[in-house]
Antibody, heavy 122, light 109 residues
Framework: EVHLVESGGGLVKPGGSLRLSCAAS????????MSWVRQAPGKGLEWVGR??????????DYAAPVKGRFTISRDDSKNTLDLRMNSLKTEDTAVYYC?????????????WGQGTLVTVSS | QSALTQPPSASGSPGQSVTISCTGT?????????VSWYQQHPGKAPKVMIY???KRPSGVPDRFSGSKSGNTASLTVSGLQAEDEADYYC?????????FGGGTKLTVL
């Protein structure tokens, strides 16, 4: 059974930094494209970014609002996915979900973690 | 790029059918057959219901179906049941980008 468990959320001041982690199990992590999706309180879903496999160079893509501030990385030896967030803004306040991408559903987010809340406030 | 456009709400009585639209552009919905739909109950993580416009993942009831015409994709829920009451989001591939719709709250009357 696939499990994705996020951690690292919390309260941070505007301009600050935070690192989220996602522990994955139940599938071959090194073969999986991974992604982060966020949801501001009471709002809709927003794609944050994705990383492909190291076979394809481990390259990343980001949504415009976070490009240059957020960095996605992966450690296939530990089956973990990270999201490093710098220069945080109040509008980055959201639940951040770790997801798999296109494992069984082409072009879609197959499995989701339970999410971790990031609050950016002074 | 802007989010895809969905109606904020939809409703139907048990047993009826409801269709939710998702409008984009030729750069996203109209340009690729990678439209997916997600169901989200309050306080829960989203769940994929449709992918590649029309395909259902294993375990999703065949009451859920998807289609696309031009720049607009649609999700139809037939034979509405109480447990279908949830928020629904469409998502489309758009090159090196993925776009979600604003979400539709489906109410089962």
């Amino acid at each position: 059974e696939v499990h994705l468990v996020e951690s690292g959320g919390g309260l941070v001041k505007p301009g600050g930094s935070l690192r989220l982690s996602c522990a994955a199990s139940g599938f071959t992590f090194s073969n999986a494209w991974m992604s982060w999706v966020r949801q501001a309180p009471g709002k809709g879903l927003e794609w944050v970014g994705r990383i492909n496999t190291n076979t394809y160079g481990g390259t990343t893509d980001y949504a415009a609002p976070v490009k240059g501030r957020f960095t996605i990385s992966r450690d296939d030896s530990k089956n973990t996915l990270d999201l490093r967030m710098n220069s945080l803004k109040t509008e980055d306040t959201a639940v951040y979900y770790c997801t798999t991408y296109s494992i069984t559903v082409a072009g879609g987010f197959d499995y989701w973690g339970q999410g971790t809340l990031v609050t950016v406030s002074s | 790029q802007s989010a895809l456009t969905q109606p904020p709400s939809a409703s139907g009585s048990p047993g009826q059918s409801v269709t939710i639209s998702c409008t984009g552009t030729s750069s996203d919905v109209g340009g690729y057959n990678y439209v997916s739909w997600y169901q989200q109950h309050p306080g829960k993580a989203p769940k994929v219901m449709i992918y590649e416009v029309t395909k259902r993942p294993s375990g999703v009831p065949d009451r859920f179906s998807g289609s696309k015409s031009g720049n607009t994709a649609s999700l139809t829920v037939s034979g509405l049941q109480a447990e279908d009451e949830a928020d629904y989001y469409c998502c489309s591939y758009a090159g090196n980008n993925l776009l979600f719709g604003g979400g539709t709250k489906l109410t089962v009357l």
